[in-house]
């Protein structure tokens, strides 16, 4: 993990005492993450940023999933709803007083069910959500740490399935002490999840003598950008019923589904089971940060089937209470239902189309990616250019990608997945003419590959 | 079995007796091989037979084991024993309104001001929209609030931030924004330094009485202990070295391994204000045996004392120490009665903590909208002078009226130059000098006299009869009102 005391690196160290303090196992270990390709890319990106007309040969960025496809909606909702009235909330400036004082971890009544009105907007009514079982959080990032500490202790584990969110390891495991198995998922059936990769993961913790606590999956899942089948969903509550354990669905992109239809939220199987035993196991997260295009506001939420939880879960978030500010603000719009009904439908269409857009052009280079029906970014298969089939080859190839294309975007090794050779590719962070170039530099890339 | 064979015997005679015993003994243990190859295998409890089809799995009620949650989240959602909590829950239930309910609790436990609340008022209604929307066209650009932009803060926050803190600290002593991370609020500032200084099962040192809040905020996820250091009424409640020396021994001794000293100032709940020299006593001690020093600072701007106020960050650029064993926490939440904006900050003069607290600020961040809100606000320098002078003349000025009325009641109060609370001695009013006396008070103070006032059971104070009384949320005609039903109080012990 790290060593515990810091010899070399205080730099503001001007006394004569040649005792240095000491710092944390956590503030000194590398479960930040930081260090990893995932990042350094980032950090190109930021040393040298594409602009359409001031830096038309710098780094596109396409390993951040921000959606920005949407703003314009939301600019024009804000600009004609009187803004004063969206601030403070219906009452106006007097509103301002409950607004300035307002910390109470259980947030804004009229918050909470907008937000369980949207989230049953976004599943066609297909489950109903109650604003008390909501539990408000700075960020999907936090809930699903808050959760990681409500539902394991130091040196248990989650299982989670490959490929899977790098940050991920970061979020659930650095406070926390909680380790992550991998439920290991490949390209032979469009990487869903198997009984048998559960129980292979289950077996595998347990052979280390470490106690298996839940599962957590992304449905739609970041990096595949697919929806998880509804009988996988099936299969994953039985495993968790049998093994006692829990399971984390983590719901943040399922605003952002193509097709409406195609999506089964955990939420929708656990509303046909009245068995309290089996429902409290269940516990969804949520924010406004992907399908909103909002994460600049800090807004994430877990909703649990369980009553203690959700009690706990409450209480811990003082640490990452979402802004009384935000909450006033957003409230009335989220519980607008013409608004919402417009904007998620509007949404759908133009990520859809943005990632035909890709996949499309993608194609035409010779490269292929899984088909994928949800998400901001498509999951695209490079493993035939690798000189060498091994995560060191497939490190080479995203460093090419990075240098001579000038396109960052996440090797799959980042997100643990067992096939080398697959990469994020992010779409919606940026306008179709950009797009469109990034198309252009992979075009002349491959061509040139061809000619050799 | 033996039943069966007897009886048969009895019934057919010798021959048959035993064919007749054979049979049903033969049955009988096919019968045990059948039932025993049926049970399922005992050493897991809780696989169940895969025969069940799904809908009979879901439907099987009781027989699935209850999940359980970690050992650390059982003590959080079990109600709260603590005075602190029970007070706060009590004013919900019927809360004093001056208008509409003028029998209800008067809140006497929430440190918070709304005593420059008209000046705040104005200046967001003349100022909120521009702020919130600031772009460099004029045009509203929801980019600018919405997209992704650095956990620790906007670098123009940092500044302002900076700056504001040197102004309300006396001027004597600047920050660096670099050195500076924006938190959603005190609460996980206090948090995240826990994470980053000491591991679990290390404790920090903290002087009595302390905030209540702490408890929560240091020990629900990170695992570190809080020991206490006693002061007293004989000090006004200031802490001394022998004092910190002894409770460093003793924890030594039992096997505990302290990372650093935690402390506010203006100290909550007593309103003292730590002299120079103490802040240099506690730095020098916490070099000697080379631990952290964290200095909350929650209440700087509300200091209404003639007693200068002195940050922990001025002694450690002053040179004679090392300042990276140094940690500030300070808040909008006191000093500005903002609390619902959730706006914290942690200043460190350790790279690596400063650092790590970086990364640490994905998990409570401030959004961006607030933060441009804060920045206007802040860099008001106009505003912002105007404001802490009114802020500190009207608690001030509320102060002199609530402990006045305490003294015509024959209630004395502790020494106090800033908060927003002064420390007061019921001891006069307990029926036992002790711990059992004192939340006896309590209780009566909540029930009859309908007001919630903390004790200093629930702050760790080691001498029974102190209560925290919160003033700066009374409009000047609640006073009265309260020291009349005090009064009676009293009154009704003396009968």
């Known amino acids: 993990m790290g060593l515990p005391l810091m010899m070399e690196r205080s730099s503001n ?125 700075a960020g999907a990032t936090a809930a699903n740490e808050l959760l990681t500490f409500i539902l394991a202790d130091p040196n248990d584990a989650l299982l989670v399935p490959t490929p899977y969110y790098p940050g991920f390891d970061r979020d659930l495991r650095w406070r926390t002490g909680v380790k992550i198995v991998p439920i290991h998922c490949d390209s032979s059936n469009h990487f869903q999840i198997t009984p048998e990769a559960l129980e292979s993961a289950y077996q595998t913790a347990r052979d280390a003598n470490i106690r298996v606590r839940g599962v957590l999956i992304t449905n739609p899942s970041n990096p595949l950008g697919a929806t998880v089948q509804k009988k996988v969903l099936e299969d994953l509550l039985d495993f968790c019923v049998r093994k006692n354990i829990h399971l984390v669905s983590d719901e943040i992109y399922s605003g952002s589904v193509f097709h409406a239809s195609e999506f089964t939220s955990v939420a929708e199987i656990v509303e046909s089971i009245d ?50 500010q935000t909450q006033h603000m957003l409230a009335s719009m989220l519980s607008d239902e013409e608004f919402t009904e417009k904007y998620i439908r509007i949404n759908r269409e133009r990520l859809r189309r943005r990632y035909e857009i890709i996949v499309e052009g993608l194609k035409k280079a010779g490269i292929e990616c899984l088909k994928g029906n949800a998400g901001l970014f498509c999951w695209m298969n490079l493993g035939f250019l690798l000189e060498k089939k091994t995560k060191d080859g497939e490190l080479q190839l995203w460093d090419v990608i990075l240098k001579e294309l000038k396109l960052n975007i996440s090797p799959g090794s980042s997100c643990h997945c067992s096939e080398v050779g697959w990469f994020r590719v992010c779409f919606a962070n940026m306008s179709e003419n950009t797009l469109e170039i990034a198309l252009k530099r992979i075009h002349k890339f491959m061509d040139r590959r061809r000619r050799f | 079995m033996r039943l069966i064979v007897p009886l048969r015997g009895v019934i057919q005679g010798r021959g048959g007796l035993f064919v007749g015993s054979l049979i049903p003994c033969c049955l009988f243990y096919f019968l045990q091989l059948y039932l025993k190859r049926r049970r399922p295998p005992p050493s897991d409890p809780t696989e169940l037979p895969r025969t069940f089809s799904r809908t009979n799995l879901f439907s099987r009620g009781n027989s699935i084991g209850r999940v359980r949650v970690s050992s650390r989240a059982v003590p959080v959602a079990k109600p709260s024993d603590s ?20 029998d209800g609790i008067i809140q006497l436990g929430l440190a918070e001001s709304t005593l420059c609340f008209d000046l705040l008022q104005r200046w967001m209604s003349e100022n909120l929209m521009e702020s919130m929307m600031q772009s460099d066209d004029g045009e509203f650009d929801i980019s600018s609030i919405a997209m992704y932009k650095p956990f620790e803060g906007l670098l123009e926050l940092r500044v302002a931030f900076a700056d504001f803190m040197s102004r309300i600290m006396g001027g004597n002593v600047s920050f660096d924004p670099s050195n500076m991370v924006i938190t959603a609020g005190g609460t996980p500032a206090i948090e995240v330094l826990a994470f980053c200084l000491a591991d679990h099962g290390n404790a920090f040192l903290i002087p009595t009485p302390y905030y209540p809040g702490f408890d929560r905020d240091i020990k629900f996820r990170t695992g570190v202990e809080l020991i206490p250091v006693h002061c007293r009424s004989s000090d006004n409640f200031t802490v001394t070295v022998s004092a910190l020396e002894q409770a460093l021994n ?68 002053s040179g004679e120490f090392d300042k990276t064993r140094v940690h500030i926490i300070y808040g909008l939440s006191k000093d500005l009665s903002i609390p619902g904006f959730r706006a914290g900050v942690i200043y460190s003069f350790h790279e690596d903590v400063v650092n790590a607290a970086k990364k640490l600020m994905r998990f409570s961040s401030v959004p961006v909208l607030v933060q441009r809100i804060l920045i206007s606000l802040l860099s008001d320098v106009r505003f912002i002078e105007g404001y802490m002078a009114a802020h500190r003349q009207r608690i001030r000025d509320k102060h002199i009226r609530f402990v006045e009325g305490l003294k015509q009641l024959g209630i004395p109060c502790a020494e106090s130059g800033g908060g927003l609370y002064c420390w007061v001695d019921m001891s006069s009013l307990l029926t036992s000098y002790s711990e059992k006396g004192e939340l006896e008070l309590f209780e009566k103070l909540l029930t009859v006299a309908k007001i919630n006032a903390t004790p200093g059971t629930a702050c760790y104070c080691i001498e029974p009869g102190w209560f925290r009384c919160c003033f700066t949320a009374l409009a000047d005609e609640d006073i009265p009102v309260i020291m009349e039903r005090i009064r009676q109080l009293a009154e009704s012990f003396r009968s």
């Open chain 1, 13 to 137: 160290n001007n006394n004569n005492n040649n005792n240095v303090v000491e710092l944390s196992r956590v503030a000194v270990s590398d479960t930040h993450g930081e260090d990893s390709p995932y990042f350094a890319g980032w950090k190109a990106y930021d040393e040298n940023p594409y602009d359409e007309s001031h830096n038309p040969s710098g780094v596109i960025q396409m390993g951040l999933a921000e959606n920005q496809v949407s703003f314009d909606l939301l600019e024009t909702y804000l600009e004609k709803k009187n803004p004063e009235g969206s601030m403070w909330g219906s009452k106006g400036a007097p509103g301002f007083r409950e607004n300035a004082l307002f910390q109470d971890y259980h947030g804004l009544k009229t918050f909470r069910q907008a937000m369980a009105s949207f989230m049953e907007q976004i599943r066609g009514g297909k489950a109903r959500f109650d604003p008390d079982r909501i539990v408000l959080t």
């Open chain 1, 275 to 324: 068995d309290v035993s089996v429902k409290e196991r269940v516990h969804i997260v949520y924010s406004l940060s992907k399908d909103l295009g909002l994460p600049g506001f800090r807004v994430g939420t877990i909703y649990s089937y369980n009553d203690n939880v959700v009690r706990t879960a409450r209480r811990m978030s003082s640490f990452t209470l979402v802004s009384s």
């Open chain 2, 83 to 102: 005075p602190y909590y029970i007070g706060l829950e009590r004013v919900k239930t019927d809360p004093y309104d001056r208008i509409t309910n003028t």
């Open chain 2, 250 to 317: 003793q924890a030594r001794k039992r096997g505990s391994k302290v990372s650093g000293i935690l402390f506010s100032n203006p100290s909550n709940p007593v309103g003292n204000i730590l002299s120079r020299e103490t802040l240099c006593d506690i730095l020098r001690f916490a070099q000697e045996k080379n631990i952290h020093v964290i200095s909350d600072e929650i209440f700087a701007g509300s200091v209404y004392g003639d007693k200068e106020f002195v940050s922990m960050a001025e002694i450690a650029g």
